[in-house]
């Protein structure tokens, strides 16, 4: 395992009611409402200690978790899943395609599957489409299906608010390709390169203020942000970076195809 994916990162407020509390490289971020909070991945079966105790630092309840959703079933973001619905009893929500493979511990995953179960297996609450919202108090989560990287990846957008602005969020699923072959050549996954093709003529048309993605690394917060800076929403509204990172991983995409 990434040594990064583990190591402690101080928790911060992005923008508005958006809070990173992931560690060093694996972003997870908490959505703070007064009808309780939504979580967007649960890193490894390690991080569930680290990510209560950032909820904590930032002054914030588990118990008051009432959704938990990720980016992609793969188990640097469903690792602590189990654990993290033990703890707060919240409703675990999953794109459809990713649900069977949450379901049996990453057993059926098209990549993984030859090593057998690869997290905690869980049953999912609620199964989610393209274009589904996700609703908690005033607060409204849509999820995108952007398949390729695994059937279910999603990436998700919503608008926070603070004093001064309101920000239009893209919480990126990026679409690298882990496959060693030729993406139309992986018999557990016929659908691959039609699903990577579907995905980045979504990804090109989006329009946000601020990209956020599942690895720190991806969209590149440590050069945007460093641990202890004064809250500036700014920091991440970057979508010179964003469109150069899309077209980055298209063209490791077209070179696989
Ligand atoms: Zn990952």
């Known amino acids: 395992m990434d040594e990064t994916w583990v190591r402690d990162y101080t928790p911060f407020r992005i923008a508005g009611n958006l809070y990173?509390?992931?560690?060093?490289?694996?972003?997870?971020?908490?959505?703070?409402?007064?009808?309780?909070?939504?979580?967007?991945?649960?890193?490894?079966?390690?991080?569930?200690?680290?990510?209560?105790?950032?909820?904590?630092?930032?002054?914030?309840?588990?118990?008051?978790?009432?959704?938990?959703?990720?980016?992609?079933v793969h188990?640097?973001?469903?690792?602590?899943l189990a654990e993290i619905k033990r703890l707060t009893g919240a409703k675990v929500m999953i794109q459809e395609a990713d649900a069977p493979v949450l379901a049996d511990g990453g057993r059926t995953d098209y990549y993984f599957a030859a090593?057998?179960?690869?997290?905690?297996?869980?049953?999912?609450?609620?199964?989610?489409?393209?274009?589904?919202?996700?609703?908690?108090?005033?607060?409204?989560?849509?999820?995108?299906?952007?398949?390729?990287?695994?059937?279910?990846?999603?990436?998700?957008v919503l608008t926070v608010r603070d004093e001064h602005s309101s920000y239009k969020v893209l919480i990126a699923n990026m679409p690298s390709v882990i496959v060693e072959g030729r993406v139309t050549e992986v018999s557990s996954y016929p659908a691959m390169a039609a699903d990577y093709?579907?995905?980045?003529?979504?990804?090109?048309?989006?329009?946000?203020?601020?990209?956020?993605?599942?690895?720190?690394?991806?969209f590149g917060l440590h050069e945007k942000y460093q641990e202890g800076d004064a809250y500036n929403p700014e920091?991440?509204?970057?979508?010179?970076?964003?469109r150069q990172e899309v077209a980055g991983l298209e063209k490791q995409y077209r070179d696989k195809k």
Not at 32 to 49: D, W
Not at 197 to 218: C, G, M, N, P, V
Not at 235 to 242: I, V
């Open 115 to 156: 090593k057998g179960p690869t997290f905690t297996a869980v049953q999912p609450d609620r199964v989610l489409h393209d274009g589904d919202r996700i609703k908690l108090g005033d607060m409204v989560v849509t999820a995108l299906h952007h398949p390729g990287h695994t059937k279910g990846s999603c990436s998700y």
């Open 20 to 72: 990173y509390v992931g560690s060093y490289d694996l972003a997870c971020y908490l959505i703070v409402t007064p009808a309780g909070h939504i979580l967007i991945n649960e890193g490894v079966a390690a991080s569930p200690a680290m990510i209560q105790a950032h909820v904590e630092e930032l002054g914030y309840r588990m118990q008051d978790i009432k959704i938990l959703l990720t980016s992609q």
């Open 235 to 242: 920091a991440f509204r970057d979508e010179a970076g964003y």
């Open 197 to 218: 093709e579907y995905t980045f003529a979504s990804l090109r048309k989006q329009r946000f203020d601020i990209w956020l993605a599942a690895h720190a690394s991806q």
């Open 75 to 80: 188990y640097d973001h469903v690792g602590g």
